[in-house]
Structure formats: structure tokens, C-alpha cells
């Protein structure tokens, strides 16, 4: 009923998709470029219509009254990003017990505009040997933007790079610079 409803209110809005998901297996999936708190709605209505149950993490303040019991409804983990708890093995381990945990993460890690962006999702695909599907929210085109998927090979600087050309060609809901990754 979810999906029906999802992808009744994508007609509604004008949203389509350009490219798939995988509806099984397991991978990570980066959205981008995270601009607004629109991108949340959006990539929830996206992966309602595509009836893929896909988790998320998000910063711990989400997950607390009176509106925490919904984003772990959604699929969410809360991470408290104040604290050093080497997140990249307890999320490989995740992927490691469920063939096919799937996870949604925002590479900036921030809706702000950054200098860098955090390669978390990029050590965690390389553990958990998954392959890391790049999809742009275009507010421009209403579009959700599927590319195809990188299977990371340890050239992280130009795997990074080739990921941010592809999120160049995305107009976020508020226009922002991705940045070049440099190491």
C-alpha cells in the first residue's frame, strides 16, 4: 500500500525516475547533492515507489521524541557523530549478515555546503565488497537520477572524483559547489 501511495504522490509531483535499483542484493546507495530537507521526502517517496527496502543513518537528534519512532519506521539508524565508534566495521556487519541490507547515505554528511566529503560510505563498500549506486535528486528536471554502479577498487581519489563529476550534472534543491576530492 506504501508503494502504491509513493508512486501515486511521484505522479502528483511531477517526480520520475531516470535509471533503476537493483531490487535485490546488497549495496550502498549515495544521494546527493544534499541540499535541503526536501532530498529526505523525496528519496523516501523514490524508495517507496520502488517497493526497495533500503535503511538509512542519521544524525542522532532525528531519533528522539516526538518524531524518532518515525524515521526508525523508515528504516533509519540513529549515529552520533560526536563520538569515535568506528562506525565502518558495525556498518560492514550489517551488510556481512543480511544479503540484502541495502543502505542510503548523503556523501556530504551535512546539508551545508562543505570542502570535503566524508568517504565513510566509500571504506564501507570496500569492506563489505558492495557495489556504491550514485543517485542525484534533480529539483531542476524532477528526476531521481540513477547512475550505474561503481564497484570501489582502492583508487579512492579517482573513484571519489568520478563520483562528484557525476553529482556535478545534479541541480540540488539549493544549488551548492561539489568540491574536487583531493587526498
Not at 531516470?18 to 546527493?32: F, H, R
Not at 526536501?38 to 531519533?63: E, S, T
Not at 565513510?120 to 570496500?126: E, L, Q, S, T, V
Request: charge should be positive; hydrophobic fraction near 45%; charged fraction near 20%.
Amino acid at each position: 500500500m506504501f508503494s502504491t501511495f509513493c508512486r501515486w504522490l511521484m505522479k502528483l509531483t511531477g517526480w520520475q525516475f531516470e535509471g533503476q535499483l537493483p531490487p535485490s542484493g546488497k549495496y550502498i546507495v549515495i544521494v546527493g547533492p544534499h541540499t535541503s530537507n526536501w532530498d529526505f521526502i523525496v528519496g523516501v517517496m523514490a524508495r517507496g515507489a520502488m517497493a526497495i527496502n533500503i535503511h538509512f543513518l542519521g544524525k542522532h537528534q532525528l531519533f528522539i521524541p516526538p518524531w524518532g519512532w518515525l524515521f526508525k519506521a523508515l528504516g533509519g539508524s540513529p549515529v552520533d557523530r560526536r563520538k569515535n565508534n568506528n562506525l565502518v566495521d558495525a556498518v560492514a556487519q550489517l551488510f556481512a549478515n543480511d544479503p540484502q541490507y541495502k543502505l542510503a547515505l548523503a556523501p556530504e554528511g551535512t546539508r551545508s555546503e562543505v570542502k570535503r566529503w566524508k568517504t565513510g560510505f566509500y571504506h564501507i563498500a570496500r569492506q563489505a565488497n558492495v557495489d556504491i549506486y550514485p543517485v542525484g535528486l534533480d529539483f531542476g528536471r524532477k528526476k531521481v537520477v540513477i547512475s550505474q554502479p561503481l564497484h570501489p577498487s582502492g583508487n579512492m581519489v579517482a573513484e571519489m572524483n568520478q563520483l562528484m563529476d557525476f553529482f556535478r550534472t545534479i541541480k540540488g534543491q539549493k544549488p551548492k559547489v561539489i568540491p574536487d576530492f583531493v587526498e
